[in-house]
């Protein structure tokens, strides 16, 4: 028996009295359209048309899409639900997540960076603000896995750093305030990502730590998000044998499920070890961290059967649905189950006050909140207290006209487009006409002709710059491997070979990692984004204008001795 009057749900009588009645209401098919959580991932009509055909879903995700589009998405999505639905966005960042004139106050480990906690707040007030002006009313966020393996091609600057005690405080913050503000958190990914170095939508994942110390790290900051009361948790495709193990003595190791079809995860770490009482949610099916586990006709319902309350996306969702159906008749999922999921993403909705009546939406008073300047305001103090001086050769800093007139300027950006594996919005072009309004003369690097003994003479580029800058721009995404560094041919042409005789400076706008790379770099910066405001706060400490303030959340010399030097 659920305790709707408990935390997270805090229901009073005629809020439980709304979800009893919403549920017996119901029949087997409505309830098993509940379970699922869609994508909507342009909000267009012929989307809507689709979905609504099969099932009515009990949420829904919105991708980024204009404002307006976003609250045309809403109002439409109200028309057709029979029970208020649950709209949700990956609010990792701002309300860039969800909306395109969002702002993007910081990525969580640029927060991390600030070492700033009112940060963390005032990112989760951002995307709270934001979201539902379009009437979201659902964060995929915080994220509370941990960077503890540089080399994870996800986690990364999705993350609020290495240090768990730091991750703990700021993802309970960004709980407090984004509930506060009307929106359920979601707690992911469980039980945590980072310590794997391999990509959970290529593979299912592992977090191999040990028991005790997991729930020292990881499962303090879960249990930190719980006591703030955070309404939902993210299952994430990734196993985790120590407790698996614990839970389950004797279980065969090709039986150790990824916690999205793991009884052990869910019900009995994340409810019994955790007391966890709120909605749990799958993430995204179509990984194939989740695909690669189990027969999908079977994993479909097992989901439900082992724990989750509800199903996030679907391969072809007219399949998945009657997968779905098929496990309830078949028994796999209980009668008793069902309603008991059925009855937490009820609850979940009465929590936010949707059975009240649809949002009232304006598009013009929408467009007050997305982007507003004090939001923006906000980004550019996120950008000046995080930027980190990783590591600096002593006197070559600031950058000015004056020292430096002359700079050769290396890119490490993905083409145009964002075409192959890193994708990622280009900046480096921006950075470029900053510094030459600054007052700089910039040439571009450009491969030389490559020949043992008939390159260009080494003293030509020596005595012909005044300061190397390499900016490099390379984002985690999903479906990588690796986030590295890829020198250009042939043999490493943009490679530090002159950076022995020309004072060299490395800033990373994205990826805090590439001293693995460069490892002799003498000074090197760490922005963790790469918007507007990181560019403008890197001109100003560049340029002495402005100190250096970041403390780095992660190592960023990633254990290697020779990064130091």
Known sequence: MIDLAAKPFYLKPEDIEWVNTTLAGMTTEEKAGQLFCVLFKECKPEEFEYVFNILKPGGCMYRVVPTERAIAATQNIY??????????????????GIVTEGTLVGAPMEIAATDDIGMATKMAHACAAEASAVGANWAFAPIIDID??????????????????????????????????????????????????????????????????????????????????????????????????RLNPGIKDEDIMPGTLSREMMQGLLRGE??????????????????????????????????????????????????????????????????????????????????????????????????????????????????????????????????????????????????GNYKVAPACAKLRAMLEKEGFEIDDFVPQPYG??????????????????????????????????????????????????????????????????????????NCYSNNDHCLHQLIEKLTGRSTFKGHSPVDAFCGKWDAYL
């Open 79 to 96: 028309s057709r639900s029979k029970v208020p639905p649950l709209i949700a966005a990956n609010l990792e960042k701002g309300g860039n």
């Open 274 to 419: 955790l007391g966890f009482n709120g909605l749990i949610c799958t993430d995204a099916t179509t990984m194939a961290g989740y695909t690669l586990a189990m027969s999908r006709r079977r994993a479909v319902p097992e989901s439900i059967a082992r724990g989750a309350d509800m199903f996030l996306f679907a391969r072809n969702l007219e399949e998945d649905y009657g997968f779905m159906l098929q496990g309830i008749k078949d028994g796999i999922i209980t009668p008793e189950r069902l309603d008991e999921a059925v009855t937490r993403i009820l609850a979940t909705k009465a929590a936010l006050g949707l059975h009240r009546g649809a949002p009232e939406l304006d598009v013009e008073k929408a467009k007050t909140i997305v982007g507003c300047a004090k939001h923006q305001q906000w980004a550019e103090e996120c950008a000046d207290k995080a930027i980190t001086l990783v590591k600096e050769q002593p006197g070559v800093l600031p950058i000015t006209p004056e020292r430096y007139k002359k700079i050769l300027f290396y890119t490490i950006e993905p083409a145009a487009g964002g075409e």
């Open 452 to 525: 043992e003994g008939f390159t260009t003479k080494y003293e030509e580029v020596v005595n012909n710059y005044d300061l190397i800058l390499y900016v490099a721009n390379l984002s985690t995404k999903s479906n990588q491997t690796v986030v590295r560094i890829e020198w250009k041919q042939p043999m490493g042409a943009d490679c530090g070979h002159y950076m022995n005789d020309i004072p060299t400076v490395f800033v990373s706008l994205e990826n805090p990692y590439h001293l693995q790379d460069f490892p002799r770099v003498k000074t090197y910066i």
């Open 148 to 245: 503890t393996n540089y080399r994870n091609p996800i986690t990364n600057t999705r993350t609020f750093g290495s240090d768990p005690e730091r991750v703990r405080r700021m993802g309970r913050a960004y709980v407090e305030e984004v509930q506060k503000m009307g929106l359920a958190a979601s707690i992911k990914h469980f039980p945590g990502d980072g310590q794997d170095e391999r990509d959970q939508h290529l593979v299912t994942s592992i977090n191999s730590m040990d028991c005790d110390p997991w729930m020292n790290t990881y499962g303090a900051a879960y249990k930190a998000g719980i006591e703030a009361g955070a309404l939902t948790a993210m299952v994430g495709h990734i196993m985790q044998p120590a407790w698996t193990r």
